[in-house]
């Protein structure tokens, strides 16, 4: 709760200073260069771009191992048990994206946003969720957390496939020749990570240059890190050692710094009504509010018919529905993928759209989902009926 709190407060702080005589220090700020390397191997970025592609870059390093956690050891490495999750997060990223489709269909600059309000973000949603204290079941922390999880996986392979610039075959070679490495590391058993790290940075600086977004870089090198221990050794995994160190800063420093250098939207001239006649905003505002919760429902409703698989221990369909609310907290990642969806390519004010849509969309989707589940966990006050998959 209290990295969600942090968040928020590093948006709030953002919006403030872009609608305030502060302003032009903010914009400075954000385009103000920073540079770093070793002797003529030096690269100067401006601190937003700095901040998307090199900070989330850390960011995107640590929800790789918490995939890769999970698949091999967590919540989703019974794929009986990670089918609700994954079926419910199929179509809680379809609906979004298909309203935000319908509601800007025509417009081809607006288009290039229809993933903005895919994405579920899980500091904020978990946050939400910690309000609500002892009386969720631990089932219902676990689902959340599932579903933000592969929606997270989702979200990069959008990233991948989709927003990333014209193709530099001979660099992305170089890099699938680091990611053997990565391989040859692997199967000689070398379970120290700064191996592996080096050979990530050397990957995300290829990355950077070949036009498939340098975040990428720090997803697949954590696909690299081992989660295995020797036969005789109890300790901890490499993988949840570097989780571990990984997790503080990434949570209050990176996070609040990217919720600082992305949340900025200046206001004037902008009406709230926007966020209901802007197709963009709307599209987001909807896709996120509306969109989560019907495709996240119906998915699983048509899983559970078909006897694919099973809700959830003290969980039902009311309860579903509220957790679904919760997923569309977008903010982190969906704000991140309106970055690489407008800018540079659309107007100041259509980027400023998409931030509202987001912002607006998330605080629906929470409050809704927070008091929809503080009525029905305080009128049950014991655990809710489970429900079988015969229903």
């Keep these: 709760m209290g990295a969600s709190c942090l968040l928020f407060t590093a948006a709030v702080a953002a919006i403030l200073a872009a609608n305030s005589p502060l302003e032009k220090y903010y914009e400075a700020l954000l385009h103000a260069d920073v540079s770093f390397g070793i002797g003529e191997f030096t690269l100067i970025k401006p601190f937003g771009h700095f901040v998307n592609d090199g900070l989330m870059a850390i960011f995107f390093l640590l929800v790789g191992l918490e995939i890769k956690r999970e698949l091999r050891t967590g919540e989703l490495s019974s794929w009986r048990i990670a089918l609700l999750p994954v079926i419910a997060a199929v179509g809680g990223v379809i609906v979004p994206a298909l309203i935000f489709v319908g509601a800007n269909y025509g417009d081809s600059i607006a288009l290039r946003g229809w993933a903005v309000p895919v994405a579920t973000d899980i500091a904020f949603s978990l946050g939400v969720l910690a309000l609500l204290g002892a009386r969720v079941p631990l089932s219902l922390k676990v689902l959340l957390t599932a579903i933000a999880v592969i929606d997270d996986l989702i979200a990069i392979l959008i990233i991948a496939l989709f927003y990333s610039a014209e193709i530099n075959a001979g660099l992305l070679g170089y890099a699938l020749v680091v990611l053997c490495a990565m391989v040859v590391l692997n199967l000689g058993n070398v379970r120290s990570r700064m191996p592996y790290l080096l050979l990530g ?191």
């Design 201 to 391: 940075f050397v990957l995300w600086l290829l990355m950077l240059k070949s036009g498939v977004h340098a975040t990428i870089a720090g997803v697949l090198t954590a696909l690299f890190i081992p989660h295995r221990t020797k036969e005789d050794d109890d300790k901890e995994t490499p993988l949840v050692l570097l989780e571990r160190v990984l997790h503080t800063p990434v949570t209050y420093l990176i996070l609040p710094i990217f919720a600082f250098a992305n949340a900025g939207v200046n206001l004037s001239g902008i009406s709230p009504d926007v966020i209901f006649t802007e197709r963009v905003a709307a599209g987001i505002v909807f896709g996120l509010f509306v969109g989560k919760p019907i495709g996240i429902f119906l998915a699983c409703r048509l899983a559970v018919r078909m006897r694919i698989c099973e809700m959830p221990p003290n969980c039902n369909w009311p309860v579903l529905i509220g957790i679904a609310f919760m997923c569309g907290i977008g903010f982190t990642v969906s704000l991140f993928i309106g970055n690489l969806a407008y800018l540079g390519v659309a107007s100041d004010y259509l980027v400023n759209l998409v931030k509202i849509g987001v912002f607006a969309g998330s605080a629906m989707s929470g409050l809704a989902g927070y008091f929809l589940l503080h009525y029905l966990l305080d009128r049950r006050k014991t655990s809710p009926t489970p429900v079988s998959s015969s229903n």
